[in-house]
């Protein structure tokens, strides 16, 4: 059982990261633009990011309350929208950032009486693809990075759950010290 201010050290450390993570994502979208993601894919170059953003978020759920989650969602969205170079990226950089993680947030609460892992697979895939969608069809007009996009913010939740899985795994088969 974590102590309080242990609990409250996470979820401070938590909460900056996820408002950090917002800020590189839009930051790469300005420096680099649209990036290869492998497999003949592109993207715009904050996909990364903000797919990392989502188990983040998932996370300060875990440490925190609904508060600070609904405050850190507000604040990425804000800097979604401050730090973008466009008027049109964005705004389809807020709009995505603040409905997506909405949508993720809602689909992660009640999933996470069934597990961890299985609240984050189902609440990011959800939640990516609704980032996804949302962005590019604002700030494109077109879903022509729609694969790219999914793909690459589903390489960070798929790295995201082999740690969690090699956590528990350790957890359960590494011998406790016997002093």
Request: aromatic residues 16%.
């Amino acid at each position: 059982m974590l102590t309080f201010k242990l609990k409250t050290y996470i979820s401070l450390i938590l909460f900056l990261s996820y408002i950090s993570i917002i800020f590189f994502a839009n930051w790469s979208i300005n420096k680099w633009g649209i990036v290869s993601i492998g497999l003949g894919l592109s993207a715009p170059a904050g996909v990364y990011f903000a797919g990392l953003a989502f188990s983040i978020r998932d996370g300060l759920h875990e440490s925190s309350n609904k508060i600070w989650v609904s405050i850190a969602i507000l604040i990425g969205a804000l800097l979604s929208f401050l730090l973008e170079g466009g008027e049109r990226i964005a705004l389809a950089s807020g709009i995505a950032f603040l409905l997506s993680e909405f949508i993720d947030f809602a689909i992660y609460t009640p999933l996470r009486a069934k597990g961890k892992i299985t609240a984050l697979f189902f609440s990011n895939i959800v939640g990516l693809i609704a980032d996804s969608v949302i962005f590019l069809y604002i700030a494109f007009e077109s879903l022509k990075f729609i694969e790219g996009q999914i793909i690459a913010k589903a390489y960070m939740t798929g790295i995201v759950l082999l740690i969690m899985i090699a956590f528990r795994f350790s957890k359960n088969y590494i011998p406790k010290n016997s002093n």
